[in-house]
C-alpha cells in the first residue's frame, strides 16, 4: 500500500491519468472486439473468397466479387436507389419530425399524452406492426381497396406500381421513427434560452425573424445528429423493404442492403455479400465522414 | 487504481466463472447420460448380447421436418379443439412417425425441431453445416438439389430407393440418389362447377388444351361482371409462381434451362409467357401476382367465397374443396397445341442425410419410419400422393379419390421433375425469373422480349 | 391576438394533434381488434377497422401456455442483464473517455466512430462461424474443436457483448462534456477516490442520460429476436420474440395459409413489456435528451 502510494505520488497527475484509462477501457475494448471485430475481419476477407458455406473451406478468387459488383450495372443501380431511397425517407422524417417538433411545443395538458403517442410506433419491433400494412395494402380485399371501393373509387393496385411501394416504404418508416426524432427536435427546442426570443421581441423582430436568427442557429448541433445517425440508419436500411415490398413490383424498390441480406443468408453466396457490404461500407463511411467534418467545422466557427 | 484493477479482475472472474460454469454444467450433463447409459446396460446385462448392448446405446438425432415436438403437438390439438375437428391427417402422419420411432427405437433420444420452412430452414441447416455441427437429418424443397449437387449428402441404402417412386428422388452429381421425398404432389386444374354452369358452359367437360381453358376462363369472366372471375396461371413473385409456370413451359417442351444456361430467348418459352400474361386477364387485378398467396386461395376455396372458376394447385386443393362444400371437379393441367405432357413436383418434403452426420444408419432408420407403408396412408387421406410405389402403381387404396388418380396418372406418365437448379447463385437466378420475368410479364405491358433480354443479360452474369 | 382566436387556433391544435395520434396508434388498434377475430372471420372483413363478428380471445393465449412461460422468463433475465452490462460499460467509458487524457484517446474515438458504421448484417454468418469453433465453451477444448460451442447453448443469450454498446459510451460521453468539471474536482479535494467520484457526484447527476441507456438497451434487448432464433433450437431455452418469430415463419407454409389473428394476439402480447418499459421510462428518455443537447 505504501508503495504503492509513494509511486502514484511520484508520477506526474498525466501518467496517472492514462495508466488508468488503460485499465478501465482495454480490458473491455479486449472483450468487445472479440465478438465484433473479430468477425468482421473474416467477413472483409470472405469478400475476398468463394463460399457457399456447404461444402470445403471458402477459395480465394481475389477481387472477382468486386469486378462484378462494377462490372454489372445492377449492383450499382441498387446502391444508387439505396442512396435515393434512404435519402427521401431521411428528408421525409427529418421534415416532419420538426413539424411535429414545433407542434409539440405548445403548452397545454394534453402534451404529454401527444408526445407518448407518436414514440410508441418506434417500442416496437418492425416485423410486428408490419402485419397490419399487409393486410390493409391487400390490392383485392385489403382495407384501404375495400374502403376505396364503398365510396365509390377505383381501387389501388399498389404492387403493380413503383411509386405507390416507394410511398408506403417511406409511410411505414416516417411512422416507425418520427416520434424519437420529434421528441430530440423538442428536446433542442427547449434548450434554446427563453430570454433570446424575449430580447427578439423587445427588439420587434417578427416571429419568422425569431426563427431564422434564434431558432435555426440554436439547433444547427441538433439537425446535425439527427442527420448523422440518421444517414447511417438509412443507409443500412433494409428491414422495412423486405416487409413492406420484398423488392417489388419486379425488383424496382430492391435495394444494396436487401441484396447483401439475400446474398448472404438466401443465396448463400458469402463471398459476394462480403465485397458488397465492404462497399456500401465503405460509402457510408465516406459520407458520415464528411458530414462529420461538417460538424466539426461549425464547432471550430463558434 | 488497485480498487480499479480489482474490479476489472472480478469482472472478468465472473465470467469466466459463468463460462466454467456452463462447462460444468455439459460435464454434469454427460455424466448424467454415462449414468443412464451404465443403469440401462446392468439392467440388461442379463442377456449380455452384443445386439442387445448396441440397442441400449442412446443415440441423440436432431432431425427437422420429420416428426413434431411437444410444443407443435400441443398446438394441434389445440387448434383441433378450437375447430371442433380432428387431427388433420397431414398432422397425423407427424403424430404417428413420432410414436413409431419411440415405440421401435427407444435409445434414440430425438430432438424434433421445428425450423420453419423454405428460406428460413435453408438458413438454420446451412449455418449449421458451416460450422460442423449439421443435423442428423436435412430437409427441404427447392434447395434439396443444390445440397444434392455440392455432395454433400450420403447415398440412400437401397432398400430405401427400392420402395419409392423415381419421381421423388434427388441425384448428387455422380447419378446416385441421395434424397427422397416422402411426399409430394405435383400440379392439376381444379375448377367450380357451379360457376361454369352459371356462365352456360358444361361443367362436366373441363378444358383439354390451352385454347379450350382460355376461352371457359374468358367466358366465367365476361358473364361474371366483375365479380365472378375464371382465373388463370398465377405469377406469384416468388417459388409460388414459378413452380406453377413451370409445368406449362415444360408442355411446350422447354424450360428455363438449368446447370449453367438459361434460355429465356427460346421463342417457345416466350409464347408461353404470352399466355401466361393473357390468362392473367382472368384474375381479378392484383390477385394473381400479389406476393401473399392467401387471398387467391381464399377467392377461390372459402365457403362464402368461391369467385374464381379455375386454379393451377397441387392436389391438397381437394381438402379445402369438400370441406367447403364446393361443387367442383379436377383434371390434367390442359396442353397447348402439339405440346407433351410436363409437370412439376410441388410441395414435396425431402429429406437426406449429410456425409458429415454420425449414426447414418440410425438416421437412415428415422428415413425408413417416414416410408412406413401404414404411416404414409395419412398422405392419401390428405389427397397427396405418396412416395410409395405400392400406392403409385395402384389405386386400390383410393378407388374414390379422383384427385389422386390424376396425379398418379401424372406420375406414372413418366419422371417428373421439381424445379430446375442453377450451378451457380441458384437462389438468385430463380429470384429473377420470378420477379422480373414472371410478375413483370403480368403487372406490366412491357414488350416479353425486351423482358425476356433484359432477365437473360442479369441472369448471364450471375452464371458465369 | 385576441383571446377568441388563441382560442381557437388551441382548439385546432387539439384536434389537429388527436388525428395525427390516431394516425400514429391506428395499426396498434388494428391488430388489437384483428386479433379478436377468428382467422376466416378475419380473411373475409376487409375493412379499415376489423371489428369482430364472434369475440375471440384464444389469441391472445398462446403465449401464456406451458410452452410459452419459459421463453416469456428468459426474455426479462436476458434484457437486465444487458440492461446491466451496458450502463456499467457506458459509465465507465465514457466517463474516461471524457475526463482523463491519454494517448490513443483519439484513436478509440475513431473506433467508436467507426463501429457504428458497419454494417450488421456482415457479421451476421461469420459470427455464426465463431460461435461455434469458441474455446472451452460447450465441450470444445481449447482448439476449439470437439463440441458444438455456444450453438444452442444457452449462454449464448449472455455472452456475447459487440459493439453497438459503445453507442452509449459515446453518448455518455457527450453528457460528461455538458458537465461542468468544478463538481469533480471538489469532490477530489475532498478526498473521494476514482469509485466515489463516480458513484456519489457523477451519477446522480447523469440519471437521465442513464435512463436513456438503460431505456434503449431495454427495449432493444426485448424486441432483438434474431439472436435466439439463429443460435437456439429449443423453445424452452429461447425468448418470447423468438418463439413468436418461429411461429410467424412457420405459418409460411407452401399453401399460403397465414393466420393473421393469431399473428396479431402474439404482437399484442409482446409489446405489451417494451410498453410498459417506455412508459415507467419515458419522463426521464424524454427529459435525457433535452439535458444533453447533444453537442457534435
Known sequence: MEV?????????????????????ILPFFFYISIWSLLPLVIGLLLGFTEFNALNGLPKWVGLDNFKTFFGSKDYIILLVRQVWMGGLCLIANVVLSFLLALALNIKHPLRGFFRTSVYIPNIAAAAITSGVFIALLNPFNGGLNMFFKSIGMEPIIWNYSQFWMVFWIMIFFVWRSVGPAAIIWLGGLQSIDASLYEAANVDGASKLQQVRYITIPGLRFISAYILLTGLIGVMQMFDVVMLISHGNPYGKTDVLMYRIYRDGVVSFNMGMAGAASTILGL?????????????????KNE | MKKLIAMVLACIMVLTMTACGAQKDDVAETDKTTETTKETTTETAVEPTKEAEKSTEIIHLVAPKTGFTEEQMQLEKDNAAANNTKIGPGAQFYFDVTAKIAEQYPNYEMEYVDW????TLDQKQRSLILSGNAPSIVAGETFMPVYASSGMLEPLPQDIVDMVNPSFLIYDPEGRPVSVAYKSSVFLLFYNKTLLKNAGLDPENPPKTWDEWKQMSDAVT???NGEIFGGGVPS????GGSLRATPFFRQMGVDFGGGSTINLTDPKLQETLQYIRDMNANFPAGLGNNSDEGPLWSEFQDKDKGTIAFAVNGSWQKGAMIDNGHDWGVTALPLPEGGVVGNCMVGAVYVGVPITAEHKEDCFNIIRVLLDTEIQKNWLKEGTPSALNIYIDSSAEYPEDITLQAAADALKSGTIKGLTTFNKNDAQVWEIINTKVLARTTMTNDPIDTICNEAQAEIENLLK | MSKAMRTTLKIVWVIGMMILVLFMLYPFIYSFLGALNTKTDFSNLGTLLPIPKKLVFRNFLYAFTKTGIPPLLNTFYRTSWYTFWNVLVAVLLGYVMARYEFKGKKLFLVFIICSQVVPSVLTMIPSFVMMSKIPFLGGNNWMGMGGHGLINNPLVLYLPFGWGALLWVFLFMQSMKSLPKDFEEAAEIDGCNFRLTLTKVILPMQKPILAVIAANTALGTWNDWFTPFMYINRIKDSTLPAYIGMLATSLQEMSGDRDFPKLFGLSC????PPLLIFLFFQKYIIQGIASTGIKG
Not at chain 1, 504503492?4 to 478501465?24: F, H
Not at chain 1, 460509402?283 to 464547432?299: C, E, H, Q, R
Not at chain 2, 420453419?116 to 428460406?119: Q, S, V, Y
Request: glycine share 8%; proline share 2%.
Open chain 1, 283 to 299: 460509402v457510408t463511411v465516406l459520407i458520415a465522414f464528411l458530414a462529420f467534418k461538417i460538424i466539426s467545422k461549425g464547432d
Open chain 2, 116 to 119: 420453419g420452412w423454405a428460406e
Open chain 2, 222 to 224: 365476361a358473364s361474371g
Open chain 2, 236 to 239: 406469384f413473385p416468388h417459388a
Open chain 3, 269 to 272: 402480447v409482446s409489446i405489451i
Open chain 1, 4 to 24: 504503492v502510494g509513494r509511486q502514484e505520488r511520484i508520477l506526474t497527475r498525466k501518467q496517472r491519468q492514462s495508466r488508468r484509462a488503460y485499465a478501465v
